[in-house]
């Protein structure tokens, strides 16, 4: 954990994981495709690599996807209106 790409990977990371949590806890049917998660995981393997490699632009860009993918695919769905 020395780079600021492992410390934001992880963040992300960890959001993913309390987001399946969350939805793990939902009747049956109403869950979220595994694989958009596995997606976002490996951006988030990917950026990480890309910044600890040197390829600072490309990992911020992949973190950007990464966060932009989740929220697309991963994001509060069905909320009442306000």
Known sequence: MKSVY???SLLIFA????RFLQQSTK????H???RHY???SAGCAGANWLGNNGWHL???AAIAG???YAVVFLGP???PPS
Do not use: K, Q
């Open 77 to 79: 769905r069905n909320r």
């Open 6 to 8: 492992d410390w934001l």
């Open 38 to 40: 596995l997606v976002a």
């Open 32 to 34: 979220d495709s595994l």
């Open 66 to 68: 990464t966060i932009a």
């Open 58 to 60: 490309a990992a911020f």
């Open 27 to 30: 009747p049956a049917g109403e």
């Open 15 to 18: 959001a993913l994981v309390t």
